[in-house]
T-cell receptor
């Protein structure tokens, strides 16, 4: 299995630009999570989906952030407009709720730098 | 409001000695705890977990201890090896909840 695949690995953009992060979960997994890693707060949950439906987006910091999961094999996290304080590593994770209990499988992350 | 706290940002240990990483939590509803390990430029990977019905879980060189009354858990690595150098995240979840709440992470460095 290829694991959770995220793209791009690195993104450098200017303040005010739109940024789209992409994620392909592990095939067969029915839950998908977006986390953000910062020094101060560690891994923060932004939003998660069950069976492609957003369940909890209370961690999304502002309306500038939005996430979609149009099908079981693809999700996007969009920031529009981006700001320097959005600079962080963004992780996507997935699991099969039926089998894996709370264990999540993470992608390699997208390092976002907003100048 | 940080429900899971790792108060030591970094820890340095001599190879062969014991590494002890600590984690505190505030939510008494948490009943399942995990440790994840993260290498640079990679995503976190699952290391070991413990349910609140236990106070200890061991897997090879790794042991997790849970003290529910103190709302504290720790990860022991014995003996420590250079390959253990990584960032370690503590995480917790509440029964029936689907999301994992993570701490800030502790960077462990094993010195030869």
């Amino acid at each position: 299995d290829a694991g959770v695949i995220q793209s791009p690995r690195h993104e450098v953009t200017e303040m005010g630009q739109e940024v789209t992060l992409r994620c392909k979960p592990i095939s067969g997994h029915n839950s998908l999570f977006w986390y953000r890693q910062t020094m101060m707060r560690g891994l923060e949950l932004l939003i998660y989906f069950n069976n492609n439906v957003p369940i909890d987006d209370s961690g999304m910091p502002e309306d500038r952030f939005s996430a979609k999961m149009p099908n079981a094999s693809f999700s996007t996290l969009k920031i529009q407009p981006s700001e320097p304080r959005d600079s962080a590593v963004y992780f996507c994770a997935s699991r099969n709720r039926r089998f894996s209990n709370e264990k999540l499988f993470f992608g390699s992350g997208t390092q976002l730098s907003v100048l | 409001d940080q429900q899971v706290k790792q108060n030591s940002p970094s820890l340095s240990v001599q190879e062969g000695r014991i590494s002890i990483l600590n984690c505190d939590y505030t939510n008494s509803m948490f009943d399942y705890f995990l440790w994840y390990k993260k290498y640079p430029a990679e995503g976190p990977t699952f290391l070991i977990s413990i349910s609140s019905i236990k106070d200890k879980n061991e897997d090879g060189r790794f042991t997790v201890f849970l003290n529910k009354s103190a709302k504290h858990l720790s990860l022991h690595i014995v003996p420590s090896q250079p390959g253990d150098s990584a960032v370690y995240f503590c995480a917790a979840s509440a029964m029936g909840a689907q999301k994992l709440v993570f701490g800030q992470g502790t960077r462990l460095t094993i010195n030869p």
